[in-house]
Antibody, heavy 114, light 112 residues
Framework: EVHLLESGGGLVQPGGSLRLACVAS????????MDWVRQPPGKGLEWVST??????DYAGSVQGRFTISRDNSKNTVYLQMNSLRADDTAVYYC?????????WGQGILVTVSS | DVLMTQTPLSLSVTPGQPASISCRSS???????????LSWYLQRPGQPPHLLIY???KRFSGVPDRFGGSGSGTDFTLKISRVEAEDVGIYYC?????????FGPGTTVDFK
């Protein structure tokens, strides 16, 4: 069974940084693209980033501020978030896949506020 | 960016009755390999989203056969043949061919 577990969320001041991690199990991690998707409070889903054979892709709203990476030896994908803004406040989900997102984590809340 | 639209944005249904959600993309989702990368997700209250349908009409593992997807190019439909209590939530379509990936705004399905 696929399991994705996010960590690293919390409260951060505007302009600050945070690194999210997502530990995966139940599948051959190195063989799959991994994604981050976020959901602001009370709003819809917004794709953030994907790491795949293509390299790294980003939403325009986070390009230059967020960096996705992975450590295949640890079955972990990361999202380094810098220069955080209030509108980055959201639940961040880790998801598996490239042409479909077939598994999702439970999500982790990131709150950007002074 | 590919704009995804959904209609209706809200749907009140009677248990046991059918329901239908439309999704439209501003660009074709047809890949050169012949596949069309449109997927549907359901987010139940308080839960993360989960995959229902991928490549327009393929049901993901464990998804009941009352869920069906159809469409091509830029116009797609999710149909539920008989809505059950566990089907309440927000349905999102997503295009998985162009970057940045984009979701539709979501359709909230609840019971009358």
């Amino acid at each position: 069974e696929v399991h994705l577990l996010e960590s690293g969320g919390g409260l951060v001041q505007p302009g600050g940084s945070l690194r999210l991690a997502c530990v995966a199990s139940g599948f051959t991690f190195v063989d799959y693209a991994m994604d981050w998707v976020r959901q602001p409070p009370g709003k819809g889903l917004e794709w953030v980033s994907t790491i795949s054979y293509r390299g790294e892709d980003y939403a325009g709203s986070v390009q230059g501020r967020f960096t996705i990476s992975r450590d295949n030896s640890k079955n972990t994908v990361y999202l380094q978030m810098n220069s955080l803004r209030a509108d980055d406040t959201a639940v961040y989900y880790c998801a598996k896949g490239l042409t479909l997102l077939d598994s999702w984590g439970q999500g982790i809340l990131v709150t950007v506020s002074s | 960016d590919v704009l995804m639209t959904q209609t209706p944005l809200s749907l009140s249904v009677t248990p046991g009755q059918p329901a239908s959600i439309s999704c439209r993309s501003s660009q074709s989702l047809l890949h050169s390999d012949g596949k069309t990368f449109l997927s549907w997700y359901l987010q139940r209250p308080g839960q993360p989203p989960h995959l229902l349908i991928y490549e327009v009409s393929k049901r993901f593992s464990g998804v009941p056969d009352r869920f069906g997807g159809s469409g091509s190019g830029t116009d797609f439909t999710l149909k539920i043949s008989r809505v059950e209590a566990e089907d309440v939530g927000i349905y999102y379509c997503m295009q998985n061919i162009h970057f940045p990936r984009t979701f539709g705004p979501g359709t909230t399905v609840d019971f009358k």
